[in-house]
């Protein structure tokens, strides 16, 4: 069982670049949400999924794009690649009900020259 | 969400317990409290969550005061693997899946 699985785990970037960061899971869960983790901070939202075709956004939005046209998959687009936006992405899967409980990928260290 | 607080860091000898405070004195009726850690940038960990009584599981324990203001992640015999952040967070089952993270509470085990 893969659980949740992001590609790439490293990428480079030049400012302006744009790319997608993958995130697939197979558990059939509902919940699908994208954070970014700064060097010494806590994990902040991005955007998250309740659903297929459903999407809305977090905390920090600004300069991503997402969309869910599967259960199974959550892409993440940086629009145009910022110095800012050098982070580390985590992406987590739920199930619906009252456990909700997040089971995270391993991430992607994406750094933006 | 009710907003949580937590030490920034605190020690543990391996072998003895670990007791984790987290302070979320503006809790509402309906908000669990969550705990998950990460070890060293890896993904963040589901560990175990409760509403109002004490929980347990193959992890750890949580203790949650009678009015709810506060609780305390307990791991009974701390590893040297248990060095981690760990993350008190509290919120309503609101059907989205997205969970606002706080600063955490880094624990260092030494041996």
């Known amino acids: 069982n893969a659980g949740v699985t992001q590609t790439p785990k490293f990428q480079v970037l030049k400012t302006g670049q744009s790319m997608t960061l993958q995130c697939a899971q197979d558990?059939?869960?509902?919940?699908m949400s994208w954070y970014r983790q700064d060097p010494g901070m806590g994990l902040r939202l991005i955007h998250y999924?309740?659903?297929?075709?459903?999407?809305d956004q977090g905390e920090v939005p600004n300069g991503y794009n997402v969309s869910r046209s599967t259960t199974e998959d959550f892409p993440l687009r940086l629009l145009s690649a910022a110095p800012s936006q050098t982070s580390v992405y985590f992406c987590?899967?739920?199930?619906?009900?009252?456990?909700?409980?997040?089971?995270f990928g391993s991430g992607t260290q994406l750094s933006v020259l | 969400d009710a907003k949580t607080t937590q030490p920034p860091s605190m020690d543990c000898a391996e072998g003895r317990a670990a007791n984790l405070p987290c302070n979320h004195s503006t809790i509402s009726g309906n908000e669990y409290v969550y705990w998950y850690r990460q070890i060293h940038s890896q993904g963040p960990q589901y560990i175990i969550h409760g509403l109002k009584n004490n929980e347990t599981n193959e992890m750890a324990s949580l203790i949650i005061t009678e009015d709810r203001k506060s609780s305390t992640l307990i791991l009974p015999h701390a590893t040297l693997r248990d060095t981690a952040v760990y993350y008190c967070i509290v919120r309503v089952s609101s059907n989205t899946g997205k969970l606002i993270f706080g600063q955490g509470t880094t624990l260092q085990v030494k041996p």
């Open positions: 999924s309740v659903g297929a075709g459903i999407t």
């Open positions: 987590a899967s739920s199930s619906r009900g009252v456990n909700e409980k997040l089971f």
């Open positions: 558990m059939n869960h509902e919940y």
